[in-house]
């Protein structure tokens, strides 16, 4: 017999897997599960599984609820970017992309600040057009998101037909700002979502959904 409080402590406090759980118990793999059935724990789904597998230390990231005018406004503005100018499409990360260093700015702060991100975890894209200097671009991005050239990905070219004003906006090519994490991004998009629907007096739902999607 497995004791509830052992593979409690193992499979649900600790995240073990079924496997590891059977090489440390000295036992199969199907012993395991029959004694995690009849303790009625629930399994895992797979898509969790692969987010502790992915994450072993867990979450990278942890939200702090918004309660200063300062924090509400940030996480105002935070929710704002993405809705207006992240990607949505991508289910497995955060992404926002654009020319404005300020807009970065913002959005990295709301990382950083409300999510507690570590910002040495990021990565970064950088698209330029043909006419652009590339070391000079990234230079300018380094320098002024305090980030590094080693989280840049491979800069993205493009063949430069722009004229006017939209050359000079995109000086320095458009950056986008990558945090690969499910459970952070589907925490975002679930909040997008509820404020679609609710009044402005409900918006500590936004918060609640958030907080519930960062345990």
């Given at each position: 017999m497995l004791e509830k409080r052992l593979l409690e402590e193992y499979y649900v406090n600790k995240y073990h897997s079924v496997a590891y759980i059977a090489h440390e118990l000295g036992c199969s793999e199907n012993k395991v599960n029959y004694w995690l059935r009849k303790h009625g724990i629930p399994k895992r789904s797979i898509s969790e599984a692969q987010y502790i597998k992915q994450n072993p230390h867990g979450d990278p990231f942890s939200f702090i609820a918004p309660t200063t005018q300062q924090q509400w406004f940030l996480f105002g503005i935070g929710l704002g970017?993405?809705?207006?100018?992240?990607?949505?499409?991508?289910?497995?990360?955060?992404?926002?992309?654009?020319?404005?260093?300020?807009?970065?700015?913002?959005?990295?702060l709301f990382l950083r600040e409300l999510f507690q991100i570590d910002v040495t975890r990021l990565r970064f894209g950088l698209q330029i057009f043909t006419d652009i200097d590339p070391v000079a671009a990234q230079q300018f991005w380094c320098r002024t998101l305090h980030i590094s050239p080693s989280q840049f990905q491979k800069v993205v070219v493009s063949k430069s037909v722009a004229r006017g004003t939209y050359r000079?906006?995109?000086?320095?090519?458009?950056?986008t700002i990558y945090f690969?994490?499910?459970?952070?991004r589907d925490s975002i998009y679930r909040a997008i979502e509820t404020l679609r629907t609710t009044s402005y007096a409900n918006v500590a739902q936004l918060v609640e959904r958030i907080h519930g999607g960062s345990h």
């Open positions: 970017l993405w809705w207006g100018e992240g990607n949505k499409t991508n289910r497995t990360s955060l992404r926002l992309g654009n020319t404005d260093p300020d807009l970065l700015k913002y959005f990295l000079k906006k995109s000086e320095y090519g458009v950056l690969s994490n499910t459970k952070i």
